[in-house]
């Protein structure tokens, strides 16, 4: 079954640097997303995406955020000068294109956890 | 997105059916309800969705009575490997608006012994 894969699966990085997280969707999937989890709460949206644009994204979703698509399967999420409160699971969704009268499920992939040290 | 409530935790041991029942008592016409699966340090899994009556896949059935106000996620004989987090979520997931974005709680933390 076609998976969602996040590289790397741990990430270290000191606070004030840049880091990318990496995410290969399911290849015909059309909607991709970023959650977080920070360690012993809720899983938390971050932001979606859609033709090549940002659809949707939330309160946590700030200027030190930004995503990419910068080829047909990579999507990234970067975090521009981190904060010791970015530390948690970073996951990536990836949805299929909406079809009449369907509702497709996300599918996740396991994470990347980033420790801002 | 209609609010959810779910059980913080249950127990159960091997081989018994468990059933984690969600209250949504605002959902929508055009809502779905979906329940994902969550074990540690990996990415939320989907196990079900449904809209009205009874869902059944080969993971899990789903009841939703006919005032949809509420759904039960039933799992048959569970086992240790089903030591999760589950999360029920209600949503208009048609709406292109929203960007679909799920909305976790809390989840119901299962939890099988031998």
């Known amino acids: 079954e076609p998976e969602v894969t996040q590289t790397p699966s741990h990430q270290v990085t000191q606070m004030g640097q840049e880091v990318i997280l990496r995410c290969v969707p399911i290849s015909n999937h059309l909607y991709f997303y970023w959650y977080r989890q920070i360690l012993g709460q809720k899983v938390e949206f971050l932001v979606s995406?859609?033709?090549?644009?940002?659809?949707?994204k939330s309160e946590i979703f700030d200027d030190q955020f930004s995503v990419e698509r910068p080829d047909g399967s990579n999507f990234t999420l970067k975090i521009r000068s981190t904060k010791l409160e970015d530390s948690a699971m970073y996951f990536c969704?990836?949805?299929?294109?909406?079809?009449?009268?369907?509702?497709?499920?996300?599918?996740f992939g396991d994470g990347t956890r980033l420790s801002i040290l | 997105l209609a609010k959810t409530t779910q059980p913080i935790s249950m127990d159960s041991y091997e081989g018994q059916e468990v059933n984690i029942t969600c209250s949504h008592n605002n959902i929508a016409t055009n809502d779905y309800i979906t329940w994902y699966q969550q074990f540690p340090s990996q990415g939320p899994r989907f196990i079900i969705q449904?809209?009205?009556t009874k869902v059944t896949n080969e993971v899990a059935s789903l009841f939703i009575p006919a005032d949809r106000k509420s759904s039960t996620l039933s799992l048959p004989r569970v086992s240790l490997s089903d030591t999760a987090v589950y999360y029920c979520l209600v949503g208009d997931l048609s709406n292109s608006n929203s960007g679909y974005a799920l909305n976790f709680g809390k989840g119901t933390s299962l939890l099988v012994t031998p």
């Open positions: 969704a990836s949805r299929k294109d909406r079809e009449l009268y369907s509702n497709q499920p996300q599918h």
């Open positions: 449904g809209y009205k």
């Open positions: 995406f859609y033709n090549n644009e940002i659809s949707e």
